[in-house]
């Protein structure tokens, strides 16, 4: 697939070479780049795509306006919660949305501003490089919501920063700044709040003068730590897909749009 051809197969997406073998993709969505769902599903399939696209050693994803993303917006929410297939559809799409850097053959790195809450930290921690700011705030956000911690959380976070502060951070739905989660080691670099799009480009430019096959190869052997897991990843996402079914999304999403604590029943 050509980039033209990219750019309008994914209007909401943003095509650009900012250094030889270095593609950028740059995503906008609503609030903070939360991620409505024509835009989940596109950061979902594009990946595929672009093992077609000519010239790219390497990839940098980035969301638009200085901030990466927080997660999936209300309308995806309402939308899995009034629809079965809608449903269905969403799960498969969480699935490539870390499958789909992961699986990539070419170095991926994020460039993580602001936030990254949900399926942003999920895209966010699938790459394989994540340069955020200190000053950043990720949070996973499942359990505040009321569904099980699923898409990236079960398969990245215990082997990234250990069982016990997995535990923590997802069961209380502990947010982190950048700087903590590069001290724990849940992101590969923390940087000025104001550096970071430069870092990661960078970090993407170094990587695409490097020997792409031996890079390709060593991305894959890598991420058979993470395919061992793979079972772990996909019980959790369909506990997680079960929860938008229940009482405790009712009022994690009611307190999310209110802007309070939840009251679980």
Not at 8 to 17: D, G, V
Not at 38 to 63: K, M, S, Y
Not at 190 to 208: S, T
Not at 254 to 262: N, W, Y
Request: aromatic share 6%; glycine share 10%; hydrophobic share 50%.
């Amino acid at each position: 697939m050509e980039p033209k051809e990219l750019e309008r197969t994914y209007p909401n997406l943003c095509f650009a070479w900012p250094r030889p073998g270095v593609l950028e993709i740059a995503f906008q969505g609503e609030k903070l780049n939360a991620m409505d769902p024509p835009l989940h599903r596109a950061l979902a399939r594009v990946w595929r795509d672009l093992e077609d696209l000519p010239g790219v050693r390497a990839v940098l994803v980035r969301g638009e306006g200085g901030v990466f993303s927080a997660g999936g917006s209300f309308a995806l929410i309402e939308e899995m919660r009034a629809s079965h297939e809608a449903l269905m559809r969403v799960l498969e799409e969480a699935r490539d949305l870390v499958l789909g850097p992961i699986n990539f053959p070419r170095p991926v790195v994020a460039a993580v501003e602001k936030v990254a809450v949900g399926a942003g930290l999920a895209l966010a921690l699938a790459a394989d490089v994540a340069v955020v700011g200190k000053g950043a705030r990720l949070l996973d956000g499942h359990l505040r919501l009321g569904v099980a911690a699923g898409d990236h959380a079960v398969l990245l976070w215990p082997l990234l920063v250990g069982l016990a502060k997995a535990r923590y951070h997802l069961f209380l739905n502990e947010p982190l700044t950048g700087e903590e989660a590069e001290r724990l080691g849940l992101v590969a670099l923390a940087v000025e709040d104001g550096a970071v799009y430069e870092k990661a480009l960078e970090v993407a430019e170094r990587l695409a003068k490097g020997p792409k096959e031996a890079l390709s190869h060593t991305k894959r052997a890598l991420n058979h730590w993470l395919r061992t897991f793979l079972p772990h990843f996909e019980l959790s996402l369909a506990l997680e897909f079960l929860g938008f079914g229940g009482k405790e999304l009712e009022e994690g999403l009611k307190a999310l749009k209110e802007k309070r604590e939840p009251h679980f029943p």
